[in-house]
Each structure stands twice: as structure tokens, then as C-alpha cells.
């Protein structure tokens, strides 16, 4: 038997598993950076949610008692409004009782 002609099957197989593992690790990075994306719009989701929710209990006090609060910790209370401040840092700010306060929510790092 001739030692060439037993080398030779060992070459396609070798570039064979060489293509398949190409194609697991294009595919399992292509995956990956799927989630990335998924996971950064949930969050810019719930954050925009999360500004909704507030707005929309500063406009109900507004409604109901002709003010806007003068802070986030006012609409905790009395308006049932639930906020993670160790996830989110909310920046409520009011410049005055008969406009409209700015509200920001941003996700803390970590």
C-alpha cells in the first residue's frame, strides 16, 4: 500500500470541518448580534413606556387637581406611579405648575 494514497482522504475532510465550523461561527455570530439588537430595543421600549406612564400621571393630576406636580416623588404617592430607580434614572424637571414638566428616563449602566 502506498502511504500517498492514505493521506489523501484526510485533506477533504479537514476542509470540510474547516467550512463547517466557518458556517457555526458566522451563524452563532449573526445570532448574537440578533439578541444585541432585540435586547437594546426592549430597553428603549420600556424606557419610552416608562416616560408614557409618567407623563401621563402628570397630566392626570393636572386634570384633576389644575397643577402639575412639582415632583416625580408627588406622583409615587398620591397618583400609584412605580418606578425601578436603581434600572432607571428619571429626570423630572418643572418649570412651572401650568406647563408641562420635562420628563426623561434613561437607563442607568450596569
Not at 461561527?25 to 408614557?52: C, F, N, P, Q, Y
Not at 397630566?59 to 412639582?70: D, F, Q
Not at 409615587?76 to 408641562?100: C, G, P, Q, T
Amino acid at each position: 500500500m502506498n502511504m500517498r494514497n492514505r493521506k489523501t482522504p484526510f485533506i477533504p475532510l479537514l476542509r470540510g470541518l474547516l467550512g463547517s465550523f466557518t458556517l457555526f461561527v458566522l451563524t452563532l455570530s449573526l445570532v448574537m448580534t440578533g439578541l444585541a439588537h432585540t435586547v437594546r430595543t426592549v430597553d428603549t421600549e420600556i424606557e419610552h413606556s416608562l416616560e408614557d406612564g409618567i407623563r401621563r400621571a402628570a397630566v392626570s393630576c393636572y386634570a384633576l387637581e389644575g397643577a402639575y406636580p412639582e415632583s416625580l416623588a408627588y406622583l409615587k404617592e398620591h397618583y400609584d406611579l412605580s418606578v425601578n430607580e436603581d434600572i432607571y434614572a428619571v429626570h423630572y424637571a418643572v418649570f412651572a405648575s401650568n406647563i408641562m414638566p420635562e420628563i426623561t428616563v434613561i437607563k442607568r449602566q450596569g
